[in-house]
T-cell receptor, first 111, second 113 residues
Framework: DQQVKQNSPSLSVQEGRISILNCDYT??????FLWYKKYPAEGPTFLIS?????DKNEDGRFTVFLNKSAKHLSLHIVPSQPGDSAVYFC??????????FGTGTRLQVFP | ETGVTQTPRHLVMGMTNKKSLKCEQH?????MYWYKQSAKKPLELMFV???????ENNSVPSRFSPECPNSSHLFLHLHTLQPEDSALYLC????????????FGEGSRLTVL
């Protein structure tokens, strides 16, 4: 039973446009949500997070939105850049010592 | 040297071999993790060590044996693995009192023949 789901395995966006990556979860007890970015041959790196008590967190070009009633979060990247091309993992935290990851979405930003 | 370092980066082993993966963190963190990444599957948590004590073992087969001799080092001992164990093994560390943010190493790509 997958508690964190990323239903889109891939996304292709033109440079300068907005990229929207989606994530759904099933456990209402999750208290933190995080996005990680992974380039080939590298480990995932932390991108942005949001507490379950908030509905939006912004950091430069990256904004995460949380809709608790729908158990849905999304990552917006605007404007998208070719260097953003990577695999993005959504993760949810339970009591901070356990992260549960989604399967990832491969983002391709083309010129 | 900073961050989380994993060695070896690539490992090929037969089913009867014994090998070990090593992880070292220089971030002053007090929790360390082993994750497994297989193709088209979520990152799977294998083991969690907090303050050098194992606090979680996610039903991992006994052919995987972790060891945490101190807060900076984590090992994964491998013995009589199966071909389906071929995957990317990622080590991570964190501050236990933090928000769950993990710092990952670059991973050890394991191939079992």
């Amino acid at each position: 039973d997958q508690q964190v789901k990323q239903n889109s395995p891939s996304l292709s966006v033109q440079e300068g446009r907005i990229s929207i990556l989606n994530c759904d979860y099933t456990n209402s007890m999750f208290d933190y949500f995080l996005w990680y970015k992974k380039y080939p041959a590298e480990g995932p790196t932390f991108l942005i997070s949001i507490s379950s008590i908030k509905d939006k967190n912004e950091d430069g070009r990256f904004t995460v939105f949380l809709n608790k009633s729908a158990k849905h979060l999304s990552l917006h990247i605007v404007p998208s850049q070719p260097g953003d091309s990577a695999v993005y993992f959504c993760a949810a935290s339970l009591n901070t010592d356990k992260l549960i990851f989604g399967t990832g979405t491969r983002l391709q930003v083309f010129p | 040297e900073t961050g989380v370092t994993q060695t070896p980066r690539h490992l090929v082993m037969g089913m009867t071999n014994k090998k070990s993966l090593k992880c070292e963190q220089h971030l002053g963190h007090n929790a360390m993790y082993w994750y497994k990444q297989s193709a088209k599957k979520p990152l799977e948590l294998m083991f969690v060590y907090s303050l050098e004590e194992r606090v979680e073992n996610n039903s991992v087969p006994s052919r995987f044996s972790p060891e945490c001799p101190n807060s900076s080092h984590l090992f994964l001992h491998l013995h009589t693995l199966q071909p389906e164990d071929s995957a990317l093994y990622l080590c991570a560390s964190s501050r236990r009192e933090g928000t769950g943010e993990l710092f990952f190493g670059e991973g050890s790509r394991l191939t079992v023949l």
